[in-house]
């Protein structure tokens, strides 16, 4: 099942990618943000295993350098963000109701049925979550990242 199945992959995205956090919390990828400096983004990516994401070219070689995965992006396009991680970590961009995380505090979230709907309970920060008529840009936005790896993966 690898990586797909049990979404252990682990991020931290510099302040220059603040937005992807929150998709990658939600397909269910363990996913810090970090607004301090490079120094710090390096440390925690190699004490705890994760792949930098950031749009910061030094950065990005400092970390090639000290032999830790980093992804650099020109641009802040979210569909081509989640295609290119998934293309070259071989991820599901598939929501998946059972394994999902907080959009702001990265905790995975407790799926319960209340009244008939599926919600999303945070026990990390209290949140609650249910799809509303915010999902459809949220359905949108991943069908196009889908879209966008297949295309890639077709060339």
Same mark, same amino acid.
């Given at each position: 099942?690898?990586?797909?199945?049990?979404?252990?992959?682990? /991020?931290?995205?510099?302040?220059?990618?603040?937005?992807?956090?929150?998709?990658?919390?939600?397909?269910?990828?363990?996913?810090?943000?970090?607004?301090? *400096?490079?120094?710090?983004?390096?440390?925690?990516?190699?004490?705890? *295993?994760?792949?930098?994401?950031?749009?910061?070219?030094?950065?990005?070689?400092?970390?090639?350098?000290?032999?830790?995965?980093?992804?650099? /992006?020109?641009?802040?396009?979210?569909?081509?963000?989640?295609?290119?991680?998934?293309?070259?970590?071989?991820?599901?961009?598939? /929501?998946?109701?059972?394994?999902?995380?907080?959009?702001?505090?990265?905790?995975?979230?407790?799926?319960?049925?209340?009244? *008939?709907?599926?919600?999303?309970?945070?026990?990390?920060?209290?949140?609650?979550?249910?799809?509303?008529?915010?999902?459809?840009?949220?359905?949108?936005?991943?069908?196009?990242?889908?879209?966008?790896?297949?295309?890639?993966?077709?060339?």
């Amino acid at each position: 099942m690898g990586v797909e199945g049990s979404r252990s992959c682990r /991020f931290v995205a510099d302040a220059m990618l603040k937005n992807i956090v929150s998709w990658l919390r939600i397909l269910g990828y363990d996913t810090i943000y970090w607004g301090g *400096g490079d120094r710090e983004v390096l440390g925690i990516a190699e004490a705890e *295993g994760r792949v930098i994401l950031t749009m910061d070219r030094g950065l990005a070689a400092i970390a090639a350098r000290r032999g830790l995965r980093a992804f650099l /992006f020109q641009e802040n396009d979210i569909p081509g963000i989640l295609a290119r991680i998934a293309r070259e970590l071989g991820l599901s961009l598939s /929501f998946d109701p059972r394994h999902t995380r907080c959009p702001v505090c990265n905790h995975p979230l407790n799926l319960e049925h209340r009244s *008939g709907r599926e919600e999303w309970v945070c026990p990390g920060c209290g949140k609650k979550y249910w799809r509303g008529s915010h999902w459809r840009n949220i359905s949108r936005t991943l069908e196009e990242a889908r879209r966008r790896l297949s295309n890639s993966s077709t060339t």
